[in-house]
């Protein structure tokens, strides 16, 4: 296929392809880029490359779907089964899943560093390396994500 004419296809087609793959799935752009992708791939070219368009789309947006709901369904499972991060201990008074959902409800960059050093039991250093940050940086996340978390639960700091 000529550079010019999958231009053309992209230009008057893609939106057209990410609203009809919007039905079946939340990714329409990857659909539509993938659908594209095998296009160019395909010798010699579809006779119909609209219609060829449509159904590989189609095809892909309803295996998204499927691959969507599985992972859903998996999810739930394990959250279900899955016992918290935190285990509840009456000296402390923390309750578990409070601390879980505050867990998960951080920052994506300060809850990794808060999980990668207090699980993983990884130095700021090999944190810093690990998100390609400085060490300050990860002890600076890992400061706020503490901060939040101890707001967020209602816990004092011993040095308060």
């Given at each position: 296929?000529?550079?010019?004419?999958?231009?053309?296809?992209?230009?008057?087609?893609?939106?057209?392809?990410?609203?009809?793959?919007?039905?079946?799935?939340?990714?329409?752009?990857?659909?539509?880029q993938?659908?594209?992708?095998?296009?160019?791939?395909?010798?010699?070219?579809?006779?119909r490359?609209?219609?060829?368009?449509?159904?590989v789309?189609?095809?892909?947006?309803?295996m998204?779907?499927?691959?969507?709901?599985?992972?859903?369904?998996?999810?739930?499972v394990?959250?279900?089964?899955?016992?918290p991060?935190?285990e509840?201990?009456?000296?402390?008074?923390?309750?578990?899943?409070?601390?879980?959902?505050?867990?998960?409800?951080?920052?994506?960059?300060?809850?990794?560093?808060?999980?990668a050093?207090?699980?993983?039991?990884?130095?700021?250093?090999?944190?810093?390396?690990?998100?390609?940050?400085?060490?300050?940086?990860?002890?600076?996340?890992?400061?706020?994500?503490?901060?939040?978390?101890?707001?967020?639960l209602?816990?004092?700091?011993?040095?308060?």
């Amino acid at each position: 296929m000529e550079p010019i004419e999958l231009a053309n296809l992209i230009n008057r087609h893609a939106a057209r392809l990410e609203l009809y793959a919007r039905q079946w799935c939340d990714e329409t752009a990857d659909v539509v880029q993938s659908a594209f992708v095998r296009l160019i791939e395909q010798e010699p070219s579809p006779q119909r490359p609209v219609a060829w368009l449509f159904r590989v789309v189609r095809n892909e947006a309803l295996m998204q779907s499927r691959s969507q709901r599985r992972r859903r369904h998996r999810e739930g499972v394990v959250a279900e089964t899955t016992s918290p991060w935190f285990e509840t201990s009456m000296d402390v008074g923390l309750d578990s899943i409070a601390a879980t959902e505050a867990l998960q409800e951080l920052p994506d960059d300060c809850r990794e560093v808060v999980i990668a050093h207090l699980w993983g039991t990884l130095t700021f250093e090999e944190i810093g390396e690990l998100t390609g940050t400085s060490s300050s940086t990860a002890h600076r996340r890992y400061l706020e994500g503490l901060t939040l978390l101890r707001k967020r639960l209602g816990v004092s700091c011993p040095n308060e």
